[in-house]
């Protein structure tokens, strides 16, 4: 018989991996809600310490990552961080209004009008924009890997342990 707390708790899981490319839906959160929470509900018993305790970790870096890691790339590629937190506004913006696409263009030409109107220069501008989206791009992609690695680590230290 399946255990029904583990199947709220997958569910949650496969829903903090989803989440991690559906723009605003915190897909770290959600993987480390699930796995707290079958942790509960098996009286703090389940997964042991040492797998919460690594879950845990895997879990606040793609927090982390989720977070930060779009800025960073932005930075790294010139932009202010006033543009990066203004490219992030609208790109979040036209988001909700037309999608995922809407995400990268806004971030993308937010990031090279305003690195142009503040240096003048059309090579770093072009570079920032692409730093920015190449890095929200690659960061999606990390916190995939993440959240399908905790999803695996639980069902092993959970099922298989």
Known sequence: MVDAGLVLAVAV????????????????????????????????????????????????VTLFVELFAGSIAARAGGASWVTTGLAAAVGIVLMVVTGPLGLLLGLFGTVFVVEYLRAGDLDRSTQSAIYATVGILASTAIQVLLTVSILCGFLIAVVVL
């Open 13 to 60: 899981l496969l829903g903090g991996v989803l989440g991690t490319v559906v723009p605003l839906v915190p897909g770290g959160a959600l993987s480390l809600s699930g796995v707290y929470l079958y942790w509960w509900l098996s009286g703090f018993t389940a997964p042991g310490p040492i797998a919460l305790v690594v879950l845990t970790i895997l879990g606040l």
